[in-house]
């Protein structure tokens, strides 16, 4: 099993609905998960980080963290065309001073 | 806040000289900043982990006398790219963690794209 496993996608969504973009992980992952979003050519982007169980809103973005099921997602609200791009998954590495692991990342496409 | 900037943002070297890439924390301060590699269409590869004032830890496979690490200071930290050869041309992309934060959010700089001919 990967650390950090994400459906690579595509996913496409059209512009307006929701966009629900899921990431397990292993038990050598631990605490602290993230969402980066990446544009083609770009570095990634901070756009959430979550810690504890349940649900933690920002903006059009929710995300979701199921730590029994060993499950995080994320989902973006009225999904817009700027809002494709690659969604990075990560969570830290337990004891290795912040280091975190990425999952392979999930194309998301909204088409108008 | 938390801004990582890096230079240069792209640079074109010919096989077997030295490139050496920046990586700033503008606005706080980064005991820990790390070194990532992206290859097109592939996910991030943690290359190394870089502590002020101390050595690099390397991941595994990652030649640590080819990709020279030096954080100088709790605001920067330099990556040398020794002897490439074409086969290192990809995206090299730092990022740090604030200090105060417990919580290990990674801010990215804006990457560097390295092409060796």
């Known amino acids: 099993q990967k650390e950090v496993e994400q459906n690579s996608g595509p996913l496409s969504v059209p512009e307006g609905a929701i966009a629900s973009l899921n990431c397990t992980y292993s038990d050598r992952v631990s605490q602290s998960f993230f969402w980066y979003r990446q544009y083609s050519g770009k570095s990634p982007e901070l756009i959430m980080s979550?810690?504890?169980?349940g649900d933690k809103e920002d903006g059009r973005f929710t995300a979701q963290l199921n730590k029994a099921s060993q499950y995080v997602s994320l989902l973006i609200r009225d999904s817009q065309p700027s809002d494709s791009a690659t969604y990075l998954c990560a969570g830290t590495a337990g004891n290795q001073g912040g280091k975190l692991i990425f999952g392979q990342g999930t194309e998301l496409s909204v088409k108008p | 806040g938390a801004v990582v900037s890096q230079h240069p943002s792209w640079v074109i070297c010919k096989s077997g000289t030295s490139v050496k890439i920046e990586c700033r924390s503008l606005?706080?301060?980064?005991?820990?900043m790390f070194w990532y590699r992206q290859f097109p269409k592939q996910s991030l590869m943690l290359m190394a982990t870089s502590n002020e004032g101390s050595k690099a830890t390397y991941e595994q496979g990652v030649e640590k006398d080819k990709f020279l690490i030096n954080h100088a200071s709790l605001t920067l930290s330099t990556l040398t790219v020794t002897s490439a050869h074409p086969e290192d041309s990809s995206f090299y992309i730092c990022s740090a963690t604030p200090d105060i934060s417990a919580s290990y959010e990674q801010y990215f700089g804006p990457g560097t794209r390295l092409t060796v001919t």
């Open positions: 979550i810690y504890s169980n």
């Open positions: 606005d706080f301060q980064a005991t820990t």
